[in-house]
């Protein structure tokens, strides 16, 4: 396939029959003290209440299932110190295949045994990129796995959109929806499943201010390389890929960038009031939509991406 | 009416309709790693996401909900240091009526500040039963209020009962349905609710073993009055009345006491894997389905009751 294809809508609508089984529809959470908040009513669409607490496992179950048996025989692979990491283990773990994660030496001792809960093997390896994607060259050669990126890949996209096409199924008249963007994936296949639906839905992003390569490079009209973000949100630290900046600059509306406080104050009111346990980077589309300039539309929904953290260290 | 009238299955079912347009219809949560410890299939109904954050508003909603025009221009009144103050609070409002909610001296800020936020009246008193008695006497000899109690009024204990009827009308088909008692509202609604469904559902009941008084009781065949209590799950403090107690004898199979470590432990697994947040005593049911002697059915439904704790005191 073409370097920067992107998914179809039928792809992501495929992609929710193929995952169906395997994953939940989670749950849209409602709650009047917000909607009373924002003047809008908000829809909070719970990924952090997804299997492997997060909705990279759509991302990954659509791509591990969509395999050929002979690929899939020979496993998948991929680097990884965040949710991807053990959601790509989980999907392994679906279709009963091998897994490998290359993992930074140092990384959180919870996401090195969420992979090996679901049966993956860990390789650690010096924590730099380099030195990341050398180790997993040399598995991919080694093992014959197919490697299944976190973000930069379309069949991880349409999986990724899987979660909009369920809440605009559940609440089909949104004026907006806002999704968190770290590598682009998951605000890519929201775009993409919102257009789909409903080309009048107004998609937008939501960054941290110490990682945000993505609103610098919308506003560039070019990706535009970070440089080594700082940000209490770190499953957003990745970059846009060529292929995830084309979908945004074709469908995202623009990007609200967050303080590390105002990611924080979101994550307590997601704790405190509507009783969620969200990891930085699932509170982040809050923070966003509560800073985005401008009237809001009647409806507004927000990608809830995730619940995994160190419960020992809450930032409150 | 009798002093010792209990709602019937029709009085939960008109409760659902009373009450529908003012609380939410909580998600039912599912965990494939809780069902793989246990062995069976299991359904957390999740109260701790019901507005005010615990399954209390829906009693309260039903009492207040019921009261005739010229009842209601009087207003409300209870004495409560817990959720259900304020529960009734939230259901004055959406009546648009009166509430004083008498509290003793020492209460939680967080409670004070939530029934006031709702726009109810607290008034102070010593913390002794007696003086809590006294002063709820006075407003409602100043006030001409309607006294709601929370959980020795069939109107409530309909409410309560609710969610379980949810919970049944979307996976019918339970071998056994376990919720955790304290005045044993919740339980009588819950088991009532379960029966008029499904007479073959077993019905259980957890208790904290520092607050047991209902598990004594249905074992000496009689009310026994507790002791103080002591628990971490201070929603669970309260005995049982005359009628909740006949309710438990007859629709409930038995009681599991759990003891605050198991409760603990519940509450964990509540935030860790499946990130909701949830107060001890909102955990006490799955700490009893875990405990609780002899094989499962192969599907089991956790009230699970609420979720409103102090986050900086995490007992873990």
Request: glycine letters at 10%; charged letters at 20%; a negative charge.
């Amino acid at each position: 396939m073409p370097a920067l294809d992107l998914p179809s809508f039928d792809d992501i609508r495929e992609a929710q029959r193929r995952i169906a089984a395997h994953c939940h529809r989670t749950p849209v959470v409602t709650s009047r003290t917000l909607d009373e908040l924002t003047g809008t009513e908000v829809f909070l669409k719970c990924e952090n209440l997804q299997r492997g607490g997060a909705f990279k496992v759509r991302g990954a179950l659509n791509a591990v299932l969509g395999l050929t048996d002979e690929q899939a025989a020979r496993g998948v692979a991929a680097h990884s110190s965040g949710n991807h990491a053990a959601c790509l283990a989980l999907a392994a773990s679906v279709r009963g295949i091998p897994c490998v994660v290359v993992m930074p030496r140092g990384a959180p001792r919870a996401k090195v045994d969420a992979v090996r809960s679901y049966g993956g093997r860990v390789v650690e390896c010096e924590p730099t990129l380099a030195a990341r994607e050398k180790v997993l060259a040399e598995v991919l050669a080694d093992t014959g796995a197919t490697e299944i990126h976190p973000y930069d890949d379309p069949r991880v996209i349409a999986g990724a959109g899987t979660a909009c096409l369920e809440l605009l199924e559940e609440i089909p008249d949104l004026g907006l929806v806002i999704a968190p963007v770290s590598g682009g994936g998951l605000l890519s296949g929201t775009a993409i499943a919102a257009h789909g639906c409903d080309t009048g839905v107004e998609v937008w992003g939501a960054e941290p201010t110490g990682a945000d390569d993505a609103h610098r490079s919308l506003v560039a009209g070019r990706r535009v390389a970070g440089s080594a973000g700082h940000t209490i949100a770190d499953g957003l630290l990745a970059e846009l890929s060529d292929r995830t900046f084309l979908a945004l600059r074709a469908h995202v509306h623009d990007i609200v960038t967050v303080t590390d406080d105002e990611i924080i104050e979101a994550m307590r009111f997601l704790f405190e009031r509507t009783k969620l346990v969200v990891e930085p980077s699932g509170a982040t589309a809050l923070a966003g939509l509560w800073k985005r300039p401008g009237p809001l539309p009647e409806r507004a929904g927000v990608i809830i991406s995730g619940g995994n953290l160190d419960l020992g260290s809450l930032p409150f």
